[in-house]
């Protein structure tokens, strides 16, 4: 039999754990129709297995097992991560590239030599990996402020019910809104120290004037009616606050307060400036740690970066910004599926790979077409990896079948 | 007359401008009374000044002016921080200290030589100051996740309406309700790669599956009524979330959602858990800055701190956490004052200062006792300092009477 396959890629949140089991039966089902129970061996049930890697893994492993009734085979998931990413930026083109807003995905090509690297992973908190060779790596740093606290805040802030929702209303606020820039503060840039007027000084330190203001002026107001009677005068004795003119009402849109008329800021710029604050935030430890251990060039990976312009481009000035334009982010088309790549790999052989295969298909976004050359070992089996950390991703290849999982 | 006075600190937040302003008014027509309008001599009125910095110095310039009829001087923030900062660590006993849980408040004993040092001022947003020597410093980083941030946020999510309510809430959190831990994503710790079960691995990483599972169930029992005529084992027929042992009612704080009986975690576990994540995210980056710069001691100070035990404790532990042990986080008593110390510093001469003056009381917290030796030039007028970025802080002296300003 002619080995050959593709990989194809899906992602399900991690709560539709279950839906995502109920699709991979369907998957095995399938394999066992075409494989065949009765071919004279039983290899291709029990060759079956799922690569399995990240939290998901240690989480979902029994559930995993007793839906599927196949092998689970954990493999760790900073190991899995490096070999997925290996594999992606030194044999897959069209794969890396840089993001800018006049070039939004100006591809690299593939380099075998790319070591020393900084990986930097988001998912629902950041890992800063330095990667010194092939399945050589190290841990040197991590944030916990990441994408489970952008999607948590948010969720808790704005009415968004989905991540796809909360990257939308990102990109229709106005951070400004909360944001206390340099130019709020000084009313012009701190050029002695470098800083623009734009630049972000305080992330959301708007946000407790404004709101302690509306709820003042709400206060005010509703108790006005009453001492009117015995102050008439009562509002022309008050100074007036300086921040008067900067009415705390200038927008239509969906308001955190649930008691007030008067909307200061909206869902939107909340979105905007939270996504602002941590993807800056990212950029600079990546900066930093990429400073203190010599290395020159950046990758993002993990599931946050989810191809959102605004996130790739933040996360790109930051590293521009802070390196003076020395050093730049890479960024890559399978970011969310680099763990599971790896353990699927792990079931590979090494000489397996994309280089040599044909190019008969020009690149597609989120589908990766491969030519496996599998070993004899593996023939006949299908592999599903799994990787369930903030989120559950699955890709796969099934032996002779034109298309599958998972 | 024998020179002397001491420096008395009080601080009003920003939008308290007026009261501010009001009891500086006060102040001055005091010092007048006592220094006299008709001693032949109009010097009183045309040496007093109020020395500013910080944004407010620029904000407030026209206001201050207006309402004290005397002369406001503009000193540069970072300038005035500096020099405070030194002034502090150099000559004032009992100021510098080192937090630990068994020993709140180990002092250390002043230093003359302190260079080269890191100075991380953490107001509304972060600076990050490399010092060289005396007045000799750059600004080599900064991060807007500061102060602002988190009395911005919580503002938004809890009930808390001073900065003091907010730390008070965040005391009696439990950060483990609303942030992913190690231990949740591998049950166990990640011992391969130095990560204990009780880090933080997403900082409000559960919160939004707990918010959306709390809102399915709402949704799954308001709907019931009506699905139950027809579909009695609706219930049975749906696989049970593998999250349901981790029952989101569990607690009677009060909850950041309007809408629902059932309270997964409350304003408290929210509150600690954003001033770990800042606190957490400050560290790392001071850590990392004295990397790169080769600094040993890193000093903290700024408004932010507040002298609160949980925040001292969270960049102390981010400090010995990352340098393995190798270096300590240092505070100030007079961590918010260290601008209007400055400020007020540069119309003092050089030689002015703590040392060599009687010890005749001992340290008493915000309060700092100093003989002045004043030059000709600056006798008989009095000295206001005032910082107004993210808050007023007010100190100074007048010569003669007994405790002043302000």
Redesign the interface.
């Known amino acids: 039999m002619e080995p050959g396959g593709r990989l194809n890629f899906l992602s399900f949140e991690?709560?539709r754990?279950?839906e995502c089991l109920d699709y991979m039966r369907r998957l095995k089902d399938k394999h066992l129709e075409l494989n065949g129970h009765g071919n004279g061996s039983s290899r291709s049930t029990s060759d079956l297995c799922v690569m399995a890697t990240g939290?998901g893994a240690?989480?979902?492993y029994d559930?995993i097992r007793d839906v599927l009734g196949v092998d689970v085979l954990r493999e760790?998931e900073?190991e899995c991560l490096i070999i997925g990413l290996d594999f992606f930026i030194t044999e897959i083109p069209r794969e890396v590239f840089t993001y800018s807003e006049t070039n939004p995905m100006h591809f690299v090509e593939p380099a075998e030599n790319v070591y020393p690297y900084l990986l930097v992973n988001i998912?629902?908190?950041v890992?800063f990996l330095k990667v010194s060779g092939p399945r050589e790596y190290e841990?040197v740093?991590?944030?916990?402020?990441?994408?489970?606290?952008l999607?948590?805040?948010l969720?808790?802030?704005t009415g968004a019910?989905t991540f796809d929702e909360m990257l939308e209303l990102a990109s229709q606020g106005d951070n400004s809104k909360?944001?206390?820039l340099v130019g709020d503060?000084?009313?012009t840039d701190y050029g002695?120290?470098?800083?623009k007027s734009t630049t972000?000084?305080?992330?959301?330190?708007?946000?407790?004037?404004k709101?302690?203001?509306a709820?003042q002026e709400a206060e005010d107001s509703g108790g006005q009616r009453h001492k009117d009677q015995h102050r008439p005068n009562h509002h022309h004795d008050e100074?007036q606050?300086?921040?008067s003119p900067d009415s705390p009402c200038q927008e239509d849109g969906p308001s955190?307060f649930?008691h007030d008329e008067c909307r200061p800021f909206g869902a939107a710029d909340?979105s905007v400036s939270l996504l602002y604050?941590i993807s800056?935030?990212i950029g600079?430890?990546a900066y930093?740690?990429s400073?203190?251990h010599e290395l020159s060039h950046i990758y993002f990976g993990g599931s946050f970066i989810r191809g959102h312009p605004q996130t790739m481009n933040t996360l790109s000035y930051a590293i521009k910004f802070?390196s003076k334009g020395a050093k730049q982010a890479y960024f890559l088309r399978h970011e969310g599926y680099l763990g599971a790549v790896g353990a699927f790999l792990k079931r590979q052989p090494r000489n397996w790979g994309r280089r040599g295969s044909f190019d008969e298909l020009p690149a597609v976004p989120l589908e990766l077409r491969l030519r496996a050359r599998r070993s004899s070992r593996d023939a006949g089996g299908a592999t599903a990896a799994v990787e369930g950390?903030?989120g559950v991703r699955l890709n796969g290849t099934v032996n002779g079948t034109e298309a599958v999982v998972e």
């Open positions: 991690t709560d754990i279950d939290g240690y989480k979902f559930k760790d900073m998912g629902s908190g890992s841990r740093g991590g944030t916990s402020l990441g994408g489970g606290t999607w948590g805040l969720s808790l802030l019910r909360v944001d206390m503060i000084y009313g002695k120290i470098g800083l972000i000084a305080s992330s959301f330190g708007k946000v407790f004037r709101k302690r203001q709820e100074p606050s300086p921040q955190p649930s909340i604050a800056n935030n600079q430890i930093l740690q400073q203190i802070w950390n903030g």
